[in-house]
């Protein structure tokens, strides 16, 4: 099998799985002779991904937290990048997890010269770190951004680059009968107010934030006994979730997939969003699932001290909610570092379950940020395809 015919993708997380597995739909699409080796979780696999190894061993954020398992992951590095130059794949296509990725990609760049590279999700380097792009160029030929505004960031140190948009914006909107059902399906009345909880994808976000968003529980709950909780759960923390939940108010409903094809939990996870009236969840990409699914958000993170200090030192913009950022607005509450405390995710919580003004001015922003990513346009994984084949076709 000629080389043309493989591709070597790598993502670290459960969103890099996510924007992996459309991308390979819509390579699949365009060439459905493709084959793909790599590093992916469950939807990439299912997408026909054969996995080196489980994308779990990646999954952790946060410079002190990832000291203990350095010697690991640099094990990894070596293992990925030996196996994608062995292979000699049209392409290497690494996935937002820089640390690894670039990691990565470098070493693969010294053994095959010749190895085209793309990396998939611009590098932040407008909210911190300005240095990483020139950086990255030495072993990166093309990037593929997921925003608006950061191709020229990339473009002005020799990078190719296309906006290609985030896939969010092509998931399917659930129905109302497809709410209904959800709620009768796990005995919440249909007017009953519900909150989805999310604190997060990795273990060490569970172990940070959990605690935090139960005592927020608890004050949520003693004001108003009334409201229901659901928390979908990622697969790789499902069990510690289980756990966790048992001591929190109101015996939270555990959407578990572990038991479910990555399609149908993924389908189910999108109708429980549409199905609450609000949620709570960690910083990350689900403040996009969330406004795709036109459901009102209140946004908290934290890490350790260390990786606190760190931050707040480097990062030059002042939110870290994604819609705020599309949006150029603040109209996402969010809560981080030392504001990250149980009251003051509570009071905000209740305000906003309070105050329909301010959860329709919600709903409109998100409606606002998913037309900036690409809705109602071009499926962005199509798009992501057709220029990673542009790339691959150039000589």
Not at 205 to 214: D, H, L, T
Not at 274 to 285: H, I, V, Y
Not at 312 to 324: C, G, P, Q, S
């Amino acid at each position: 099998m000629s080389a043309a015919r493989h591709l070597f993708l790598i993502a670290g997380e459960p969103s890099g799985d996510r924007l992996g597995a459309s991308l390979m739909a819509g390579l699949k699409r365009l060439d459905p002779d493709l084959q793909f080796h790599g590093i992916g979780g469950h939807l990439m696999q299912a997408q026909g991904l054969h996995s080196l190894f489980p994308m779990s061993d990646l999954s952790v954020m946060g410079i002190a937290e990832v000291l203990p398992r350095l010697p690991k992951l640099l094990r990894r590095v070596r293992e990925a990048a030996t196996a994608a130059s062995d292979l000699n794949p049209a392409a290497l296509i690494t996935i937002d997890s820089p640390d690894f990725c670039l990691r990565v990609a470098a070493r693969a760049k010294v053994a095959n010269p010749g190895l085209k590279t793309i990396h998939y999700v611009a590098p932040t380097v407008w909210a911190w770190r300005p240095e990483r792009a020139a950086k990255m160029a030495k072993y990166i030929g093309h990037v593929l951004a997921l925003f608006p505004f950061e191709p020229p960031f990339m473009q002005v140190e020799g990078m190719g680059c296309d906006f290609v948009g985030h896939p969010v914006v092509a998931d399917p909107v659930a129905s109302k009968v497809d709410i209904g059902d959800f709620r009768a399906s796990h005995g919440i009345a249909q007017d009953a107010p519900l909150l989805a909880v999310l604190p997060g994808s990795r273990q060490g976000e569970i172990n940070r934030i959990g605690p935090v968003f139960a005592a927020a529980l608890e004050l949520i709950h003693a004001k108003r006994p009334d409201i229901r909780f659901v928390v979908p759960a990622a697969t790789n923390v499902a069990q510690n979730l289980k756990a966790m939940i048992e001591s929190w108010p109101a015996a939270p409903i555990l959407l578990d997939p572990r038991a479910m094809s990555a399609d149908a939990a993924e389908a189910r996870k999108r109708v429980a969003l549409a199905a609450s009236d609000l949620a709570l969840a960690a910083s990350g990409t689900v403040s996009l699932e969330l406004a795709a699914a036109r459901t009102p958000m209140v946004i908290a993170y934290k890490f350790n001290w260390l990786t606190t200090r760190i931050l707040k030192r480097k990062v030059k913009v002042d939110t870290a909610t994604l819609v705020n950022l599309l949006t150029e607005t603040r109209t996402i509450p969010e809560f981080l570092f030392e504001n990250c405390t149980p009251s003051k995710i509570a009071d905000a919580v209740l305000d906003l379950m309070n105050d329909e003004n301010a959860r329709l001015a919600q709903v409109a922003i998100g409606d606002q940020a998913m037309v900036l990513l690409g809705k109602g346009s071009q499926d962005p994984g199509l798009r992501a395809a057709r220029a990673v084949l542009d790339v691959i076709a150039t000589p």
